[in-house]
């Protein structure tokens, strides 16, 4: 079946540090992929999402790009500031749909120091 | 715009106890809703999905049902708690089966 694999961390940085929150996946044709945020005690925001293989999608400085060759889809984001301390959690919706919704990773638990 | 709302946002039961949570969505018609449930330290685990009222499907069988009496509500219910049942509960719908999921804001649930 599909699954996402990331790093559960904690990963812990200073402020204005590069950020890589990598992602990979394992499913059959071209699934849509995510990036989502939870901040403490909140539900899942959509941080980012690409559709098809080659896309780039950006946020608030987040960058992912949907890489099919390596089936990957790594975050990024070039200076990170405190308020990004959050879990971000990588899903995929498999090739076509499907009414069971997304597969997640574990989560990946962002720690930003100042 | 379409909203979604979870309530309570925190609850206490004891073993044993019935459970009762609602979401109900707002400024949109016919939308898959799901159950997700987050153990502590754990990823998102899949409880139950609806495509329309009065179906309900589910992926993991467990202590706990779900139903769905009219197009944008969606409960999730048990008889009687157990402890393993503690956790945080989120709900989230989606248009059709393609494209991303929208989260409510998480019910906390610790059964003592």
């Known amino acids: 079946g599909d699954s996402v694999t990331q790093m559960e961390g904690p990963v812990t940085l200073s402020e204005e540090a590069f950020l890589t929150i990598n992602c990979t996946y394992t499913a059959t044709g071209y699934p849509s992929l995510f990036w989502y945020v939870q901040y403490p005690g909140e539900g899942l925001q959509l941080l980012l999402k690409?559709?098809?293989?080659?896309d780039k999608g950006s946020n608030k400085g987040f960058e992912a790009t949907y890489r099919k060759e390596t089936t990957s889809f790594h975050l990024e984001k070039g200076s990170v500031q405190v308020s990004d301390s959050a879990v971000y959690f990588c899903?995929?919706?498999?090739?076509?749909?499907?009414?069971?919704?997304?597969?997640f990773g574990k989560g990946t638990h962002l720690i930003i120091q100042p | 715009s379409q909203t979604i709302h979870q309530w309570p946002a925190t609850l206490v039961q004891p073993v044993g106890s019935p459970l009762s949570l609602e979401c109900t969505v707002e400024g949109t018609s016919n939308p898959n809703l799901y159950w997700y449930r987050q153990a502590a330290g754990r990823g998102l685990q899949l409880l139950f999905y609806?495509?329309?009222?009065?179906?309900i499907s589910s992926e993991v069988p467990q202590n706990l049902s779900a139903s769905r009496p009219q197009d944008r509500q969606f409960i999730l219910s048990s008889k009687k708690l157990l402890l393993s049942d503690s956790g945080f509960y989120l709900c989230a719908w989606s248009l059709g089966v393609t494209g991303e999921l929208f989260f409510g804001e998480g019910s906390r649930l610790t059964v003592l």
């Open positions: 690409a559709t098809k293989a080659d």
């Open positions: 899903a995929l919706r498999r090739s076509g749909g499907g009414a069971d919704g997304l597969t």
């Open positions: 609806s495509v329309g009222i009065g179906q």
